[in-house]
């Protein structure tokens, strides 16, 4: 029997309404206003696009570092807990992977500015006597994509960690493994898939982020998607918008084949 | 063990629950502030609330902006999840149970809207509807939200029709079932869980999209979420903090439907059906 005639629908779909306009606009990087690779000369040369390129990678890199050291930790938590602790974490991971993401980062509006939530505490207990500007700069930033990519760090880890088999550390601790070089030699290294995975997930993520640095980030922290929708929309140059996305594509089709290659040779070891 | 192993042990494990319990705070505060400024009694942005009122929720009832925005999510909401999810199961169908020419291929396009930046979508579909004069429409939204959604039914019915055993299938059709019968009467209701989340995933994704939302709505016409990005950008008010507050109720509705559904689906594969 067959039903490959099912798939026509969604595929069409797809053709007409994705792959269509994306192509097109890719297109448009070499072929707006004239043929030719202008717009690309204008990334490299334009400072302003420069930066935004350099941001976006300092940006996703320091997200996705900031969620390994803090993602890891959880998830092992995670993964040791049992019982109503074990669901109690699970649920606090999801809560925020099942929240708007503009609510959370209008909620980080109000605990980070100049009268929030932590200037305000930490006047009150003497602790500061200005307070510190946590919004409209690089801090702002990197709390609200944490906060909204970590879940997408530790459920990885915490799926790979929930199957590693526990004998293995005690067998090495029995064997006289101190507690520091037993993790690193052995935990660390079952780990490690979860890891890689988490790792290309937020980076990937972040690479594309627009809500979190326009409302939480300062002029100069624009990233790749903020120049992209500034082109389209305010100045209507759809070959620079093209180009900015071509290279955003680029920079997410190279992170995938990197965990491919790292991933195979995980696997092979 | 010696004293000092057991006394690093200690340390680090110390050291693990202090990170834990503080991304627990990190990870649910915002939300919490959110609830609760919500039903805030000030009549600008303050926490902690000096009093509780529903007043912001009146608000988004009574304000045209707000009121306006939350019915055009709602019109756009429920066909993309329709849409989506006749679409997504069909297509899920024809990838499970047959070899099409280019399978991968078919499925990675149809999986790519996850992949590809949203920020390069939404740049795409506003130019192509520039042309088709779809932005700021009703259609125009319903069409792309049906595109971005569409790759969560996919991969869910797919998870569950994999659950399926292909064999009750051949069996009826060698008792003489027409396909369709078989369908109706056997894969429907085994999948059924799947496509309910599947339907489910894709409104929640659809009321909570704002980037492509952005890009082809119109001043006249738009969701809520862009709503709340003005409200944001401009003069913020706890009247967002009151959609918000929504918006996450109706996903932990989403999420507990899921499990639920899920705890009724798996088990035997032939008690799905009742």
């Known amino acids: ?269 | 063990m010696t004293l000092s192993n057991m006394n690093t042990q200690a340390w680090w494990r110390g050291l693990r629950i202090a990170i834990t319990i503080l991304l627990v705070i990190f990870l649910v505060a915002p939300m919490v502030i959110v609830v609760l400024i919500s039903f805030s009694s000030a009549q600008f942005l303050t926490f902690p609330p000096p009093g509780f009122s529903l007043q912001w929720y009146r608000k988004l009832f009574s304000d045209p902006a707000w009121f306006d925005s939350l019915v055009a999510s709602v019109e756009i909401v429920i066909p993309t999840g329709i849409l989506a999810t006749v679409i997504g199961t069909a297509a899920a169908l024809g990838l499970a149970r047959s070899d099409i020419p280019g399978k991968k291929i078919v499925t990675g396009l149809l999986m790519a809207p996850i992949v590809v930046p949203v920020i390069v979508i939404a740049a795409a579909i506003y130019g192509v509807f520039r042309i088709w004069n779809l932005n700021g429409t009703l259609s125009g939204f319903i069409i792309a939200h049906t595109v971005l959604t569409l790759p969560y039914v996919v991969s869910t019915v797919l998870a569950s029709l994999q659950m399926v055993d292909e064999r009750y299938e051949q069996a009826a059709l060698t008792l003489g079932a027409s396909p369709w019968i078989v369908f109706y009467r056997i894969v429907f209701p085994l999948i059924l869980p799947g496509i309910l989340s599947g339907l489910l995933f894709a409104m929640v994704i659809s009321f909570d999209e704002l980037v492509v939302s952005l890009f082809i709505g119109s001043p006249t016409f738009r969701p809520v979420t862009v709503q709340m990005w003005a409200d944001v950008m401009g003069a913020v008010d706890p009247a967002i903090a009151a959609v918000g507050t929504l918006l996450f109720l109706f996903s932990l509705f989403v999420l507990v439907a899921e499990a639920v559904m899920r705890r009724a689906g798996i088990g035997s594969p032939l008690t799905g059906q009742s």
């Open chain 1, 1 to 269: 029997m067959n039903r490959a005639w099912l798939v026509v629908p969604g595929l069409v779909l797809l053709l007409v309404v994705f792959a269509y306009p994306v192509g097109s606009l890719l297109l448009r990087s070499f072929s707006d206003p004239v043929w030719g690779l202008q717009n690309f000369r204008a990334i490299i040369e334009q400072p302003v696009y420069f930066k935004a390129l350099a941001n976006t990678v300092v940006i996703s890199g320091s997200v996705t570092l900031i969620c390994l050291f803090a993602g890891y930790p959880l998830a092992y938590s995670m993964a040791q807990a049992t019982g109503r602790l074990k669901r109690l974490l699970i649920f606090a991971v999801l809560i925020p992977f099942w929240s708007s993401i503009l609510v959370r980062t209008f909620a980080w509006l109000v605990i980070l500015q100049q009268r929030g939530l932590i200037n305000r505490s930490m006047i009150n207990l003497g602790i500061i006597d200005t307070p510190i500007t946590m919004v409209h700069n690089r801090i702002g930033v990197l709390v609200g994509m944490v906060h909204i990519l970590l879940p997408f760090m530790v459920l990885p880890l915490y799926a790979v960690m929930s199957r590693i088999d526990r004998t293995y550390s005690s067998a090495a601790a029995s064997l006289g493994a101190p507690p520091v070089k037993n993790f690193i030699r052995v935990y660390l290294p079952m780990s490690w898939p979860g890891a890689i995975n988490g790792i290309v997930l937020v980076f990937v993520m972040g690479l594309g982020y627009f809500i979190t640095p326009a409302l939480l980030g300062g002029a100069g922290d624009a990233m790749i998607a903020q120049l992209i929708e500034a082109e389209v929309s305010d100045l209507g140059r759809w070959g620079v918008a093209g180009a900015l996305a071509l290279v955003l594509l680029f920079g997410v089709a190279v992170t995938f084949a990197l965990l491919f290659r790292v991933g195979n040779v995980a696997a092979r070891k």
